[in-house]
């Protein structure tokens, strides 16, 4: 709703004007005093406030949901849509559309939590998601345990050391090799550290790849999240290699540890890999 605006002020400068708009000023601040109230209790009760029966799946990305008509909702406002029965489970984005008289409501979502089809969702607005994470979501993975049977150039690991929280999954395979996958859109930090065990080859974290048979040199650019490097136990340094990379990830980011099938060092430690969400 529009507040009136108020009339022109009394000024002590304007004597011949001053009265009849100190009068006409008073007498506006009751309806202006009205308006702003209904509109408080618009913002903090109704038309930000809804819900909706859609079955959607939680994501990232375009979303559409039917909510009630007549509400506030405007492009670029910030919303979250929390499961009715579990608000853990929720999605956060901006509005891309809403029709007032249809209910129907467009969101790009840019932040999730948890997982699964649901269709009863409480909807409110909210702040922006730019505050540190408060949680510890962490998951570390040591030991080379060789490559996928199938995905033949993507490495195990034989030992996860910690698996904190919900933003990350860790998954391993033996045709397909390990994989973290992102649940919840932020800033990670990740690290991977690896050795040859005789001949010098190439690694590094792969993202999103979807060649997973080619050698980490040779897969497009656009899918090398990290360049690790490639020493080798049998040349006297005995040192591992690696590297680094904090930044934004996406909900539904697959991170994988990507060599060229060279012969890793088996022995502890000398494999390691961490993905870390830090915002």
């Known amino acids: 709703m529009a507040i009136t605006p108020l009339p022109t002020p009394p000024a002590s400068t304007d004597r011949a004007n001053f ?3 100190a009068d006409a000023f008073m007498l506006a601040l009751q309806t202006f005093a009205n308006e ?3 509109a408080a209790e618009a913002f903090n009760f109704n038309s930000t406030n809804g819900t909706s029966a859609s079955s959607v799946a939680i994501g990232t990305g375009a979303k559409s949901f039917t909510t009630q008509a ?4 405007v492009v670029g406002m910030t919303l ?6 579990d608000a853990s489970k929720w999605m956060q984005g901006e509005v891309t559309s809403y029709n007032s008289t249809t209910g129907a409501l467009g969101m790009n979502i840019t932040h999730i939590n948890g997982s699964g089809t649901l269709a009863a969702w409480t909807i409110s607005q909210a702040s922006p998601i730019i505050l540190p994470f408060p949680g510890t979501d962490k998951v570390t993975v040591h030991t080379g345990n060789g490559y996928a049977s199938t995905d033949n150039k993507i490495l195990r690991f034989a030992t996860i050391l910690e698996n904190l929280g919900a933003s990350i999954t860790y998954a391993d395979s033996l045709a397909n090799g390990g994989r973290f996958t992102i649940n919840t859109s932020g800033i990670y930090h990740v690290n991977l550290s690896h050795e040859f065990s005789a001949s010098l080859g190439s690694f590094g974290v792969s993202k999103n790849c979807t060649t997973l048979t080619t050698a980490f040199t040779s897969i497009a650019e656009a899918q090398k999240l990290i360049y690790a490097g490639g020493n080798n ?3 006297g340094t005995d040192a591992p290699t690696g590297n680094g990379y904090t930044g934004y ?3 539904g980011t697959v991170l994988r540890a990507h060599s060229d099938g060279s012969a890793m060092a088996g022995a502890a430690g000398r494999a390691r890999m961490i993905v870390e969400r830090l915002f």
């Not at 007549?70 to 909702?73: D, L, R, T």
């Not at 979250?80 to 029965?85: D, E, I, Y």
């Open 70 to 73: 007549g509400k506030s909702y």
């Open 249 to 251: 990830l996406a909900a």
């Open 19 to 21: 009265d009849a708009r």
């Open 233 to 235: 136990s049998s040349g």
């Open 80 to 85: 979250r849509l929390a499961n009715t029965a």
């Open 36 to 38: 702003c109230n209904a």
